[in-house]
């Protein structure tokens, strides 16, 4: 589906509207292009978009896995963690990957939302990533789900009860340690939401969907923020 360059500007303006008001933070999508205007990419050529904060002096960085250095906007915080004076705990990255097919006809090839946790201007660990890769216009893992959940940490096991079969073996020089006890990541109280399957198609198809429009990526997109929104920051406060 070929989308014209109006409607991506319509998108990316609706698109920070609406994240400012989940986020409560004013911001706005920004051509990772370079220099020159976006709407120049020649044919065949691909294009990438970010969210940023507008107020230069309150924008941060994180490190994404596999994606390099990029801009954070801050989710708020619920009013049970009013105890954390330091500044928001989570923090999210929005971006999106398109491809030039005409003269003013543009394709997704990729969404994605990026989930951290950690202070303001200090580094931040990845929790995990909300991707919808657009298999009609691009090679991808035709086994995955469309949209998914995807998790680049390594799962890593804390608890004497899991440890101590692997602690023995290693005594016995039979395994090489790999889980150091300070790199324990704990994940709790948190819903990964799923949907599609009822398309009556066999798996794994009846779990993947591509863009019908971009009013389709919008509602996906809002609707994927509130529900981290949701889920993250709530459910760390409950502890």
Sequence with gaps: MGVQD????????????????????????????????WQNVPIGKTVQFQLQLRDPAQRDTALR?????????PLPAP??????????????????????????????????????????????????????????????????GQPHWHFDQSVRIDGRSALEPVEALMAQGAV???????????????H??????????????CWQRNMANCEDLRQWAVCTLRYLLGQFPASWASR
Excluded: C
Aim: glycine share 8%; aromatic share 10%; charged share 20%.
């Design 6 to 37: 109006l409607e991506v500007s319509k998108l990316h303006t609706s698109l920070g509207s609406a994240f400012t008001r989940i986020a409560g933070a004013s911001s706005l999508l920004v051509s990772v292009h370079g220099t020159g205007r």
């Design 65 to 73: 896995e596999r994606g390099g250095k990029v801009p954070v906007v």
């Design 79 to 144: 009013a049970s963690m009013e105890v954390y004076d330091k500044g928001p705990l989570f923090w999210v990255s929005w971006f999106e990957e398109w491809r030039r097919e005409r003269q003013h006809s543009w394709v997704l090839l990729t969404a994605r939302w990026t989930l951290f946790r950690g202070m303001y201007l200090r580094q931040k660990m990845q929790i995990l990533r909300v991707d919808w890769d657009q298999l009609v216009n691009q090679a991808g893992n035709e086994q995955a």
């Design 176 to 190: 090489t340690p790999v889980i150091p006890a300070n790199r324990a990541l704990k994940i709790g109280h948190v």
């Design 192 to 205: 990964l939401a799923m949907g599609t399957w009822q398309r009556g198609e066999p798996n794994p198809q």
